[in-house]
């Protein structure tokens, strides 16, 4: 990890600075699984191709296999006349040759019969008489054909490592034969919950002053699909060392530490000083340039990332997918992200913003392609179900201006 601060606390970094110093060396192990458990996992090596795909010359279309020095010169004015002289099966090695001034009829995706090297479509052909096919329109050599390796040749990288598997990468690999892939186990993260006012969801009745944890479940959410596999680590009250003694239980088994509440600076902080205790490195920052979630400490503890995310829900959840998610995907070998959804939109309003912190506005978007800012307190969950997605203000920016177009980044 660079630029490693040990236990320097409060060290406020940018959001670009995290995302591009923050490099935990933790890797989640490798596991084999069959192709239908494939999709989204990601690839811890690459996979080549044992032999060339599809492996033989095939038709792209209905039509007739030909020499294309027969049709040259041909035009619906002046058509040229071929002898059929066999047909070609779906499945079959084909039973007959092309020679000059002959065709063979050809399905979509059969065989390319020897001494052929092109088809011509059936829409520019007639069947004038038994046994003789009539062609208006000349061809090329290689069109509609493709060759034996024109997916892919011998030795040719089929999938690459670090990308997420998707289905068009499962049918690549199925057509190559291989039915099962080495890849990253899903890295596991085990979040806790602090503070003595938060409470498991399913308590049916609150006590004044208490909260039930709806930050965990969110952030499992997000976990997952960053390609995690969260574990429930349970709420920790405010106790001096119940913290510490909880994470270094589940130090051995995780991959991740994810901490929510507990990281705002104050008296009853014990967050900085239990994660500094764990192990070297210790402390990257303990502050992050961004609104809502200033007070987000990340880490990197006896090998161990450890992320501790701001007490209000949804700066929690804000921090998390700008920053905990790529920290999860680097961890489970993801090098190549997925893309995320977004639309151009224009703002409805100015937004304000201070240079050097980078600000995240959940937005609503309108059918006419209007992004309206979505209001309210950091404690509020109902801002992010409301929206339809978020802009970021970045940090050189002194705000924007009503009318401007925007990126809109998309819940799915």
Wanted: overall charge negative.
């Amino acid at each position: 990890m660079a630029d490693a601060v040990g236990r320097e606390f409060f060290t406020t970094r940018t959001v670009a600075e995290a995302l591009a110093g923050f490099r935990p060396r933790r890797r989640a192990g490798t596991e084999t699984v069959p192709l239908g458990d494939a999709l989204r996992r990601v690839p811890s090596e690459p996979v080549t191709a044992p032999y060339p795909l599809p492996g033989f010359a095939r038709s792209t279309v209905d039509g007739y296999a030909v020499r294309a020095a027969d049709t040259y010169g041909v035009s619906e004015g002046l058509p040229g006349y071929l002898t059929v002289t066999g047909a070609v099966l779906m499945g079959a090695e084909p039973a007959t040759a092309v020679t000059p001034g002959t065709a063979v009829t050809m399905p979509t995706g059969g065989a390319l019969p020897p001494g052929a090297d092109a088809i011509v479509m059936v829409e520019y052909t007639a069947e004038v008489m038994p046994g003789t096919v009539e062609v208006v329109r000349p061809v090329a050599p290689g069109e509609g054909v493709v060759r034996a390796d024109e997916d892919a040749k011998p030795g040719a990288e089929i999938v690459h490592a670090g990308r997420p598997l998707r289905p068009q990468d499962l049918g690549m690999l199925a057509a190559a034969g291989v039915t099962s892939v080495t890849v990253r186990k899903r890295p596991v993260v085990t979040i806790f919950s602090t503070g003595d006012e938060v409470v498991p969801p399913d308590t049916a009745e609150l006590k004044p002053g208490q909260v039930r944890d709806a930050t965990a479940s969110a952030l499992a959410a997000l976990v997952t699909d960053a390609g995690g596999a969260p574990v429930f680590g349970g709420i920790v009250a405010d106790d001096p060392g119940a913290l510490e003694k909880a994470l270094r239980e589940a130090l051995p088994a995780s991959d991740v530490l994810l901490i929510s509440a507990g990281s705002s600076v104050g008296a009853r902080d014990e967050t900085a000083n239990a994660v500094g205790r764990l192990g070297e490195p210790g402390i990257w920052c303990h502050g992050l340039a961004i609104k809502p979630g200033k007070p987000t400490l990340l880490a990197e503890c006896a090998g161990v990332p450890v992320i501790g995310l701001p007490g209000n829900p949804r700066s929690a959840l804000v921090v998390f997918r700008l920053v905990g998610t790529p920290v999860v995907r680097l961890v489970g070998g993801c090098t190549v992200p997925p893309p995320e959804p977004s639309v151009r939109a224009r703002l409805s309003r100015d937004l304000a913003s201070a240079t050097g912190r980078l600000d995240v506005v959940q937005v609503k978007v309108s059918g006419d392609g209007v992004a309206a800012p979505v209001f309210g307190l950091s404690a509020l969950l109902s801002v992010l179900t409301a929206a339809d997605g978020y802009i970021v203000i970045p940090e050189e920016a002194t705000g924007l201006d009503a009318g401007s177009e925007v990126d809109v980044i998309l819940y799915a």
